[in-house]
């Protein structure tokens, strides 16, 4: 094993990346030192990469990893899911290390909101064990974190997504407490909105309807499990809205899942709902996302909003169980459309956040 290894490194936001290289720490006990074979750009990489929302710097940024284990600490031997772990498997793990002893982890169920919280890709990366994000060679895993072992027949790329965006949405799907053939809204035809799809179809939803403004998405979408697609660039409020009830008997669908991260969907989106329908919150990540409502109608008509971020471990073994199960069905696969090396870290940040590209790999 090399001492030093290379990792790109933000050191102030709205700057190119760069590659640094850091010392390789010694595995402690209950830890895990993997190789990176892949890491996906998450859209919140992008935010923090272009200053919508503040990191600490310097950081290595990426958090949707997958690798091999490289070396394991005392005391590891299995899985979250009791699977034997050795050198050699293929792992991806829970964005987040929580502490299992707060308030948080142990009162209310909201692991993800520890109140020692440590997230992949999200901490300052200065002092040792530096290898704490995915635009990285190496990344070391701390005790606190849920791996799992990943299923053989799913590539690099299906897989890498899962512990952000798919854990995620799986989250989202649990707090919308959707039943078999109601119907769904999905606003936002990126990586979350393909995998709101693929899980309201394989849970038996009737119709899925997806908004986005993108029609190369659009189309993608559909093999996803997408019913009705409705590009919705230059339509007006009351346009959609109609397009959304004619589709649903002139009720309005059961649930909305907003995954494009713009605030002012939200509006729209509750006016889509029928009368005691759900609304969950998924893609406004970054501070100042307001949105207006008027609260007579939101009562009136017994709406229900709910806010998801990130997801507790269960979702993440959930997220892996659809992939294994559904990879066939879905092309989880044409999700990836670049990649790049970890020196060509930048072109791959660009990319993304152009927006043609659905998710971009990074693999090292
Ligand atoms: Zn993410
Ligand atoms: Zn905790």
Not at 216 to 242: C, P, S
Request: with cysteine; aromatic share 6%; hydrophobic share 40%.
């Amino acid at each position: 094993m090399p001492k030093k290894a290379k990792a790109a490194v933000m050191t102030a936001p709205k700057k190119d990346l760069e590659i640094l290289q850091y010392p390789l720490p010694r595995v402690e006990r209950g830890c895990i030192l993997v190789k990176i074979t892949c890491c996906t750009i998450c859209g919140s990489d992008v935010h923090s990469w272009v200053g919508r929302r503040t990191a600490p710097t310097p950081i290595i940024l990426g958090h949707e990893i997958v690798g091999t284990i490289v070396e394991m600490g005392e005391g590891v031997t299995r899985d979250s899911g009791d699977r034997l772990l050795e050198a050699g498997d293929r792992i991806t793990w829970t964005i987040m290390d929580n502490c299992g002893k707060c308030y948080y982890c142990r009162e209310k169920g909201l692991m993800m909101k520890c109140r020692h919280l440590k997230k992949y890709g999200h901490d300052r990366c200065a002092d040792p064990p530096h290898f704490i994000g995915g635009f990285a060679e190496y990344c070391y895993i701390t005790p606190g974190t849920c791996v799992i072992k990943v299923p053989d027949n799913l590539t690099d790329e299906e897989v890498a997504p899962a512990n952000c965006a798919l854990a995620t949405v799986v989250a989202g799907w649990e707090a919308a407490e959707i039943k078999p053939f109601e119907n769904v809204l999905v606003q936002g035809a990126g990586a979350l909105g393909f995998y709101a799809c693929a899980l309201a179809k394989h849970y038996g939803c009737r119709r899925i309807i997806v908004t986005d403004v993108l029609d190369h998405r659009l189309e993608l979408i559909k093999a996803f499990g997408a019913t009705d697609t409705i590009n919705v660039k230059g339509m007006a409020d009351e346009e959609i809205i109609g397009t959304v009830r004619d589709q649903t008997a002139g009720f309005g669908v059961d649930c909305v899942l907003e995954v494009a991260g713009l605030p002012n969907l939200i509006s729209l989106g509750l006016k889509c709902l029928r009368i005691g329908g759900r609304y969950v919150e998924i893609g406004n990540s970054y501070p100042g996302a307001n949105f207006t409502y008027d609260a007579c109608d939101l009562m009136m008509r017994r709406l229900t909003i709910k806010g998801i971020h990130n997801y507790d471990a269960k979702h993440l073994q959930m997220g892996v169980d659809l992939l294994e199960t559904t990879h066939e069905k879905y092309p989880f696969r044409d999700m990836v459309t670049h990649s790049v090396s970890l020196e060509n870290m930048n072109a791959g940040m660009r990319l993304a956040e152009s927006g043609e590209a659905i998710r971009v790999a990074v693999l090292p």
